[in-house]
């Protein structure tokens, strides 16, 4: 097990910083946010953020499943806005729920490259 305090290399591949209580370098951690985009140009707009904050009084109250899991998503839980790739349709998701799909998803498109 690491120790928080302990140093380590930063997890980028190439990287020969040495990080303490982090596993990415701040510089590495800004160009793979740059990389990214904003949340605009990852396709959530306007109408995603009022969705999301009409559903957050019943997330957070412990009212709204999980479209993955169909489990229950407990008040302070991370969660996310999920969606179709289409975008059509959207619910509450675990953020883990959430955040898996999407890396299921580049790793795929990583091997059809």
Not at 24 to 43: E, N, S, V, W, Y
Not at 49 to 61: F, G, I, P, S
Not at 73 to 87: E, K, N, S
């Amino acid at each position: 097990m690491v120790k928080p305090n302990q140093w380590r290399a930063c997890r980028t591949p190439g990287c020969p910083t040495l990080t303490q209580g982090v596993t990415i370098c701040p510089q590495c951690a800004q160009k793979k946010q740059q990389q990214r985009g904003t949340t605009k140009q990852r396709g959530y707009t306007g109408k995603h953020r009022t969705q999301r904050n009409k559903l957050k009084q019943l997330v957070e109250a412990g009212l709204a499943d999980c479209r993955h899991c169909g489990q229950r998503i407990l008040p302070g839980q991370p969660w996310d806005l999920g969606h179709t790739d289409d975008r059509t349709s959207s619910a509450p998701e675990h953020q883990s729920c959430n955040r898996a799909v999407w890396a299921k998803q580049q790793q795929h498109q990583h091997d059809l490259d």
